[in-house]
């Protein structure tokens, strides 16, 4: 956790007050975390992501800063979770209805690139539907298999995702959010004080993430099958 830099936080000044409990010195004007609750804090959300993740809970990765993003999407990948990690609309999750159609719109004009209809089509029209789908796929692409609200939302860089945070607070759904020392801990169900600028110290956070979400589903597969072979030899 060292090694990869988890321990450092902002700058002294950009300390949000309510993260004081989890910062363990200042040294040379950055905020350093306290690991021993870092470490803490990850091994209670693993376990809570492998226990949804057994029950077929749906996860949602959340993360547009530049050093997360490709991190966002390759772990939400890695697990079968959904992602945004380019731009959270407004309405993402509070106004789902209309998301929904957004999101078939992509899949059906996917569809229709695949089958080569776009070549049919005059060369303006073909334009235009090739940017809206590019359009489409760059912010919902990580949403085309997401039938219904996720079930938990994991977030990256809070000060940044704050209406992505305000519309799980507006429906309840529970959120997992790495905080550096500028963030609020009062606005998160679940969190881990780490840093959240670090690729590195991202990556190896997600991959905690990934590997619980994958072992949880595993369990949950075990249990599906089992219960299978016994209806059948009923």
Known sequence: MVKVGLHFGHQARKRNPKMAPYIYAEKNGIHIIDLIQTYSHLKQVCQVLAQ????????????????????????????????????????????WQTMKKSIAKLNELEAAEKRGLFKTLPKKEAASSKKRKDRLEKYLGGLKNMLTIPDIVIIVGQPEEMNAVRECKKLGIKTITILDTDCDPSLADLFIPANDDSVRSLKFIFTQFSTAIQQGTAKAVTKQSLNSKQFKSK
């Not at 749906?58 to 991190?71: E, I, N, P, S, Y």
């Not at 992602?83 to 309405?91: K, S």
């Open 52 to 95: 949804n993740a057994a029950q077929r809970k749906t996860f949602l990765f959340v993360g547009t800063k530049k050093q997360a993003a490709k991190l966002v999407a390759n772990t939400a990948l890695e697990c079968n979770a959904f992602y945004v990690n380019q731009r959270w609309l407004g309405g993402m999750l509070t106004n």
